[in-house]
């Protein structure tokens, strides 16, 4: 029920793709010789530069700049690490009214994922559920971990919570979901002692 940074990789690669094809292209033009008949470069083969380059990174500052590109590629590097750790992104208080006025109502989604797993663990065949809110009132996001005991029946429950929970939780928000994931796992736990039993299977939905 955690989310990754998949948007934000996805970015990234195609930036560093589109860079490194930028990249390929010049280098595939300049050996065919049409770089450097549409901007007068250097042919293939020959050198751009010439001389001690030593000079060049004798400066002080030249080390400090360095320095700071390669402080400055670490933490970026740290950041992206970071991003990578799964979280869970709970929504935050869901404004249900805004008529304009100065009054509005606010509500905990986790009171709103409570009545959910409460209604789902009423189902046949349910063992628990676990319900996590995103997204805003307007727009809000669903996300579901049901566990079953291995004699439910997986597609009446599915349908089951797509025309009961599912609905009943677009009607208190007024609004329909946008996105709605559902997680099932099957157990041999009893689900009326609960005794705990390694899960034997999940189905995604």
């Keep these: 029920m955690r989310q990754n940074a998949g948007t934000l990789n996805r970015i990234w690669l195609a930036v560093l793709g589109i860079l490194l094809l930028a990249a390929g292209t010049a280098q595939l033009l300049q050996a065919n010789g049409t770089l450097q008949a549409l901007f007068s470069t250097a042919p293939a083969g020959q050198r751009v530069a010439t001389g001690d380059l030593s000079a060049l990174f004798a400066p002080q500052w030249v080390a400090a700049i360095i320095l700071i590109i390669g402080v400055v590629v670490g933490v970026l590097g740290l950041l ?59 727009a809000p996001d669903l996300t579901l971990k049901v566990t079953v005991n291995d004699r439910a029946d997986v597609l009446d429950l599915i349908r089951s919570i797509q025309t009961s929970a599912q609905p009943e939780l677009s009607y208190a928000l007024e609004a329909p979901l946008q996105r709605s994931r559902l997680q099932i796992e099957i157990s041999g736990r009893s689900q009326s002692t609960g005794n705990v039993v390694r899960s034997t299977g999940t189905v995604v939905h």
């Design 80 to 138: 992206w690490i970071i991003a990578q750790i799964p979280r869970k992104n709970r929504a935050r208080a869901y404004r249900l009214h805004d008529d304009g006025s100065r009054e509005f109502t606010f509500c905990d989604p986790s009171v709103l994922a409570a009545a959910v797993e409460n209604r789902i663990n009423t189902l046949p065949g349910v063992v628990t559920s676990a319900a996590l809110l995103r997204g805003t009132a307007r």
